[in-house]
């Protein structure tokens, strides 16, 4: 992440972009001992009665939740419309009235506490710390100028109250032109509605030079087609990520609902006016409009990662009519047909906003690739065809493994399938599965074997509609051979820990791969593999190497076998990834109880995690980096959830019910950090439910829920029903548990029994 933005910048959405191992302290990032509110609580106070959601269900979401925030608490959300897992994603890219966009946020180009829109880009990320995408952009404007082709010569000033943000929507209205945008999408289209003022001097602009802050373009191609009716062409960007693959190609090609007949071309901001075409890194294209009997225009941009003629078909496939209200209307209908699996009931509207909105979170990433025909350019560039499923990147699997992955395999596990088809068809081209694909390239962001542990988390949840034999072989190649995800591996199998010498992060190394190794195992085992389910089980416990008994933590170790020493364990230290020595404390959740063995025995262990949890209800929140439990990042959000592995259902019901109602929220600060493409939405459904996945494993361990109802439509047609009728009176104990007619001695239960559904019951008392 260093290596992508100026230091302090660069880490301010770190989360699920790359290691980083000190935390930012120059001016450019918030003050220090700034405090920030925590968002307004979702399940308080409490109506007199629960509240049961109806249908629409799409009435609950609002897509602008977690598009702000401070510093690490920004949410990087993308609040534009999109088909669930869509490769159109046009929305707003926002700015100051200066036209200043911040890296830090400004991730998916909208800032709630913006003033002002340049431009309307087709390709965006959400709730990721890396800058990335933003490419092609799309704006009306009211008379045209050469200092037009610039984005903040173009801004349009606009309120929050004249903006409509739905699933599958946007609407907003100009203060100063009075020009009205409106935007839905298809999977592969974006669609625009453009009503400009009658009379007005109506422009259309498609700037090819168009990016995000820190993306820039290194070529671009537009081309006006009057004979066609038809603006085309392609950008070649470089960003965060998609700099380390050499860049990505975007192709687009729009059609317009009034007849091509006047157009010109801008290059390096001079204006062509009789050309009608243009090739270099700052170019773009204009089309008038003619407003005298009726300022509005259609706009259709089919895209595509193939080619032009791919994205000419994908716009044929999927609105050649341009019929704009139709496409709005079918992805509303989209999106209710998918948020209906959830049906709750809980204590208010804003609960129900909160859940709903998480839902519609968690199906936003990845992005499909593969083109309406199946064909998709591949992690090598090369133009393939995806037989048989759909064909997805943009994977932030360092952080999706642990909530997302486990989320989608039990409520929609059609798209799930994909993603494991995907990442073995890109681990076919590597020889190891993926980190971090983004676009047409895998850029090797973070740390780990985490694309191995998705596929096997998926398989031991039952999900195996594709060849496991090949799933598993593509596994093991990178869990003991060269060429590997696992860039340390040969020390790791020499040393049994990533040694500090020639690598940072090299206890968060040890850590994933160890954890990547207990997943493996299970996977394995239940293949048949004995002798590798044997070896990889021994290797899971590697963590238990880092243990230094004078220091009572995980810590970096040197070749030579000495501990690194810390002088302040609060603190990011260089051997860690994205964190300190408290946060990565409990990173065995494969082996809980070998940690606590490790630690002392349950007791210790679960004292430990109380001193932690009291540390961090007792700390004043700031826009960094929280010094014990940090849920703004991924290595610790299982931790809440960890007495109930040891038969403590309050304490668990405690943490997790504090992280729930004092991180997240129903406003711009409403996630409390990087969604990381719908990790954090999911931990808050799990912990809505009172259920948590140990991604890896089989074990869902139990939390006090908040709704009182829930009826959840799982794979295969199950329900999971839960009842919780003291949910939200601050009951954190339990008098009893109940699976159907079964009273649970343990506040645990199996992947078998949430996979075939039925009625948990949890009767809540205060402890």
């Given at each position: 992440?260093?290596?992508?933005?100026?230091?302090?910048?660069?880490?301010?959405?770190?989360?699920?972009?790359?290691?980083?191992?000190?935390?930012?302290?120059?001016?450019?990032?918030?003050?220090?001992?700034?405090?920030?509110?925590?968002?307004?609580?979702?399940?308080?106070?409490?109506?007199?009665?629960?509240?049961?959601?109806?249908?629409?269900?799409?009435?609950?979401?609002?897509?602008?939740?977690?598009?702000?925030?401070?510093?690490?608490?920004?949410?990087?959300?993308?609040?534009?419309?999109?088909?669930?897992?869509?490769?159109?994603?046009?929305?707003?890219?926002?700015?100051?009235?200066?036209?200043?966009?911040?890296?830090?946020?400004?991730?998916?180009?909208?800032?709630?506490?913006?003033?002002?829109?340049?431009?309307?880009?087709?390709?965006?990320?959400?709730?990721?710390?890396?800058?990335?995408?933003?490419?092609?952009?799309?704006?009306?404007?009211?008379?045209?100028?050469?200092?037009?082709?610039?984005?903040?010569?173009?801004?349009?000033?606009?309120?929050?109250?004249?903006?409509?943000?739905?699933?599958?929507?946007?609407?907003?209205?100009?203060?100063?032109?009075?020009?009205?945008?409106?935007?839905?999408?298809?999977?592969?289209?974006?669609?625009?509605?453009?009503?400009?003022?009658?009379?007005?001097?109506?422009?259309?602009?498609?700037?090819?030079?168009?990016?995000?802050?820190?993306?820039?373009?290194?070529?671009?191609?537009?081309?006006?087609?009057?004979?066609?009716?038809?603006?085309?062409?392609?950008?070649?960007?470089?960003?965060?990520?998609?700099?380390?693959?050499?860049?990505?190609?975007?192709?687009?090609?729009?059609?317009?609902?009034?007849?091509?007949?006047?157009?010109?071309?801008?290059?390096?901001?001079?204006?062509?006016?009789?050309?009608?075409?243009?090739?270099?890194?700052?170019?773009?294209?204009?089309?008038?409009?003619?407003?005298?009997?009726?300022?509005?225009?259609?706009?259709?941009?089919?895209?595509?990662?193939?080619?032009?003629?791919?994205?000419?078909?994908?716009?044929?496939?999927?609105?050649?009519?341009?019929?704009?209200?139709?496409?709005?209307?079918?992805?509303?209908?989209?999106?209710?047909?998918?948020?209906?699996?959830?049906?709750?009931?809980?204590?208010?509207?804003?609960?129900?906003?909160?859940?709903?909105?998480?839902?519609?979170?968690?199906?936003?990433?990845?992005?499909?690739?593969?083109?309406?025909?199946?064909?998709?350019?591949?992690?090598?560039?090369?133009?393939?065809?995806?037989?048989?499923?759909?064909?997805?990147?943009?994977?932030?699997?360092?952080?999706?493994?642990?909530?997302?992955?486990?989320?989608?395999?039990?409520?929609?596990?059609?798209?799930?399938?994909?993603?494991?088809?995907?990442?073995?068809?890109?681990?076919?081209?590597?020889?190891?599965?993926?980190?971090?694909?983004?676009?047409?390239?895998?850029?090797?962001?973070?740390?780990?074997?985490?694309?191995?542990?998705?596929?096997?988390?998926?398989?031991?949840?039952?999900?195996?509609?594709?060849?496991?034999?090949?799933?598993?072989?593509?596994?093991?190649?990178?869990?003991?051979?060269?060429?590997?995800?696992?860039?340390?591996?040969?020390?790791?199998?020499?040393?049994?820990?990533?040694?500090?010498?020639?690598?940072?992060?090299?206890?968060?190394?040890?850590?994933?791969?160890?954890?990547?190794?207990?997943?493996?195992?299970?996977?394995?085992?239940?293949?048949?593999?004995?002798?590798?389910?044997?070896?990889?089980?021994?290797?899971?416990?590697?963590?238990?190497?880092?243990?230094?008994?004078?220091?009572?933590?995980?810590?970096?170790?040197?070749?030579?076998?000495?501990?690194?020493?810390?002088?302040?364990?609060?603190?990011?230290?260089?051997?860690?990834?994205?964190?300190?020595?408290?946060?990565?404390?409990?990173?065995?959740?494969?082996?809980?109880?070998?940690l606590s063995t490790l630690l002392g025995g349950r007791a210790a262990m679960l004292s430990r995690l109380g001193e932690m949890f009291d540390l961090s209800m007792e700390a004043r929140r700031t826009p960094l980096p929280e010094s014990y439990y940090w849920h703004g990042n991924e290595p610790d959000i299982h931790a809440p959830w960890i007495p109930s592995a040891f038969d403590d259902f309050a304490a668990a019901s405690r943490y997790v019910d504090w992280v729930r109602s004092t991180r997240y929220g129903i406003g711009p600060d409403g996630i409390p950090g990087?969604?990381?493409?719908?990790?954090?939405?999911?931990?808050?459904?799990?912990?809505?439910?009172?259920?948590?996945?140990?991604?890896?494993?089989?074990?869902?361990?139990?939390?006090?829920?908040?709704?009182?109802?829930?009826?959840?439509?799982?794979?295969?047609?199950?329900?999971?029903?839960?009842?919780?009728?003291?949910?939200?009176?601050?009951?954190?104990?339990?008098?009893?548990?109940?699976?159907?007619?079964?009273?649970?001695?343990?506040?645990?239960?199996?992947?078998?029994?949430?996979?075939?559904?039925?009625?948990?019951?949890?009767?809540?008392?205060?402890?």
């Amino acid at each position: 992440m260093r290596s992508v933005f100026a230091p302090a910048l660069a880490l301010c959405l770190a989360a699920c972009s790359e290691p980083a191992t000190t935390a930012p302290a120059d001016a450019a990032t918030p003050a220090s001992d700034a405090s920030v509110d925590a968002p307004s609580p979702v399940d308080a106070p409490p109506p007199a009665a629960p509240l049961r959601a109806t249908a629409p269900y799409v009435r609950y979401v609002d897509p602008r939740i977690g598009t702000g925030g401070l510093g690490f608490g920004t949410g990087s959300a993308y609040p534009g419309p999109q088909r669930a897992f869509g490769l159109a994603r046009p929305g707003p890219d926002t700015s100051n009235g200066r036209g200043d966009a911040p890296v830090f946020s400004h991730c998916a180009g909208y800032s709630y506490a913006d003033t002002h829109i340049g431009s309307f880009s087709q390709l965006h990320m959400h709730g990721t710390g890396i800058v990335d995408y933003g490419a092609l952009g799309f704006m009306p404007t009211v008379g045209m100028s050469a200092a037009k082709t610039e984005n903040n010569n173009r801004l349009e000033r606009f309120r929050h109250e004249r903006e409509t943000v739905s699933a599958g929507y946007y609407r907003v209205a100009f203060e100063g032109s009075e020009t009205v945008t409106e935007v839905t999408a298809t999977e592969h289209v974006a669609l625009y509605r453009v009503t400009f003022p009658r009379g007005a001097d109506g422009n259309l602009l498609f700037d090819v030079g168009h990016t995000l802050s820190e993306v820039r373009v290194t070529q671009g191609e537009v081309e006006v087609d009057p004979m066609a009716q038809e603006i085309r062409g392609r950008v070649r960007f470089e960003g965060g990520y998609s700099g380390r693959v050499d860049g990505v190609d975007a192709y687009w090609v729009a059609r317009v609902s009034r007849p091509v007949a006047r157009a010109g071309t801008w290059s390096d901001g001079a204006l062509h006016p009789d050309a009608l075409s243009q090739s270099g890194s700052t170019v773009g294209a204009w089309l008038p409009v003619d407003t005298t009997t009726d300022g509005s225009v259609t706009v259709a941009i089919g895209l595509s990662f193939t080619d032009l003629a791919h994205a000419r078909a994908n716009l044929a496939a999927e609105a050649a009519d341009l019929d704009f209200d139709r496409v709005r209307r079918e992805s509303s209908s989209h999106w209710e047909s998918l948020l209906s699996r959830v049906r709750v009931e809980a204590r208010g509207e804003p609960a129900l906003t909160a859940l709903y909105t998480a839902v519609y979170h968690t199906l936003l990433m990845p992005t499909l690739a593969s083109d309406a025909d199946g064909t998709y350019r591949g992690v090598d560039k090369m133009v393939r065809r995806a037989e048989g499923f759909r064909y997805y990147t943009d994977l932030s699997l360092w952080d999706t493994f642990r909530t997302e992955h486990p989320w989608l395999t039990m409520v929609y596990p059609e798209y799930q399938r994909d993603f494991v088809r995907s990442i073995m068809a890109m681990g076919d081209v590597l020889g190891f599965y993926p980190r971090w694909p983004l676009g047409t390239g895998e850029t090797g962001g973070m740390l780990g074997d985490c694309g191995a542990l998705m596929v096997a988390d998926t398989w031991l949840r039952g999900l195996r509609d594709y060849d496991a034999a090949h799933a598993w072989d593509i596994a093991r190649r990178g869990a003991f051979a060269t060429p590997s995800r696992r860039e340390a591996l040969g020390d790791y199998l020499s040393l049994h820990y990533v040694p500090i010498e020639g690598r940072g992060a090299s206890a968060s190394a040890t850590l994933e791969y160890a954890y990547a190794d207990g997943a493996l195992s299970r996977m394995a085992r239940g293949l048949g593999h004995d002798a590798d389910a044997d070896a990889l089980a021994e290797r899971s416990r590697n963590y238990r190497n880092l243990y230094d008994p004078a220091q009572r933590f995980l810590v970096g170790r040197g070749r030579d076998g000495s501990f690194a020493r810390m002088s302040r364990v609060e603190s990011w230290q260089d051997f860690y990834a994205e964190g300190n020595a408290w946060q990565y404390l409990w990173y065995a959740p494969h082996d809980l109880d070998g940690l606590s063995t490790l630690l002392g025995g349950r007791a210790a262990m679960l004292s430990r995690l109380g001193e932690m949890f009291d540390l961090s209800m007792e700390a004043r929140r700031t826009p960094l980096p929280e010094s014990y439990y940090w849920h703004g990042n991924e290595p610790d959000i299982h931790a809440p959830w960890i007495p109930s592995a040891f038969d403590d259902f309050a304490a668990a019901s405690r943490y997790v019910d504090w992280v729930r109602s004092t991180r997240y929220g129903i406003g711009p600060d409403g996630i409390p950090g990087n969604d990381d493409a719908g990790t954090m939405s999911a931990w808050y459904l799990f912990s809505a439910l009172g259920v948590f996945p140990i991604a890896g494993t089989t074990d869902w361990l139990l939390a006090a829920p908040s709704v009182t109802e829930a009826e959840v439509t799982l794979a295969g047609g199950a329900t999971l029903r839960v009842s919780a009728p003291a949910a939200g009176t601050g009951a954190m104990g339990a008098r009893s548990i109940r699976w159907g007619a079964e009273t649970l001695e343990h506040p645990r239960m199996t992947q078998s029994q949430v996979a075939a559904g039925g009625a948990l019951t949890f009767d809540l008392v205060r402890p």
